[in-house]
């Protein structure tokens, strides 16, 4: 089955502690994105990239790291510079960067950081 | 700079009732329009998308929403709602244009609620 996997469903971490989310996809896309969640926000664009070993920084970038060494993973590192980390993070990812492609979402990993 | 509304946070109705959920969009630039749902604790699923052609488009579950120009609005709507509809709704729009990519711009989402 083709499809966007996320681990952890759940992660917990203290304050202080970076914490990298894994993201991996087998659908051969090429763009790859990531995305945070807060209640009644909607979505926000923390990354993106194009095509593999080139990202971008999205609309809420501060805080984050990413890299993108392989096409089908994109690991998401939230560091201790991120003031508020607690949220759902959503990967998705779309054949190319193209607008007309639909994104493909993943099923979400739940950081609670306490 | 473009932006997603969609004025109700949340919305009940009975089941085998009739729904619109509002999305209305601001931007300078043509857009492509999504509307995603979200069931609990889960990804984002398609629903449908207007990309050009025919302003009325249709999902496979029943969901159409038209696109309109005009009022700057792509409203979401379903004749008969079921049980199994009740998830998040969620608005988004990208550029047209090459430059501006895959980058989406979502709304707040509207929770859909069905009551037996």
């Known amino acids: 089955d083709g499809g966007i996997t996320q681990s952890p469903k759940y992660l917990f971490r203290k304050e202080g502690q970076n914490v990298t989310l894994s993201c991996e996809q087998n659908?051969?896309?090429?763009?790859m994105y990531w995305y945070r969640q807060d209640p009644g926000q909607g979505l926000r664009l923390i990354y993106y990239?194009?095509?593999?070993?080139?990202?971008q920084k999205g609309d809420i970038a501060e805080g984050y790291s990413v890299s993108r060494e392989k096409k089908e993973s994109f690991p998401l590192t939230v560091t201790s510079a991120q003031k508020n980390p607690t949220a759902f993070y959503l990967c998705?990812?779309?054949?190319?960067?193209?607008?007309?492609?639909?994104?493909?979402f993943g099923p979400g990993t739940r950081l609670t950081v306490t | 700079a473009q932006s997603v509304t969609q004025l109700d946070s949340q919305v009940p109705v009975f089941e085998e009732a009739p729904v619109e959920l509002r999305c209305n969009y601001s931007s300078s630039v043509s857009v492509y329009l999504f509307w995603y749902v979200q069931y609990p604790n889960q990804g984002l699923q398609l629903l449908l998308k207007?990309?050009?052609?025919?302003?009325l488009v249709e999902s496979i579950n029943g969901f159409e929403a038209e696109f309109n120009k005009s009022q700057t609005s792509f409203h979401l709507r379903k004749p008969s709602v079921h049980i199994s509809d009740t998830a998040e709704y969620f608005c988004?729009?990208?550029?047209?244009?090459?430059?501006?990519?895959?980058?989406?711009?979502f709304g707040t989402g509207t929770q859909l609620k069905v009551e037996l």
């Open positions: 998705a990812s779309s054949i190319s960067w193209d607008s007309t492609y639909e994104q493909y």
């Open positions: 659908l051969n896309h090429d763009a």
């Open positions: 988004a729009v990208s550029d047209v244009h090459t430059g501006g990519g895959n980058k989406l711009t």
């Open positions: 990239s194009q095509i593999v070993n080139d990202f």
């Open positions: 207007y990309l050009s052609g025919s302003t």
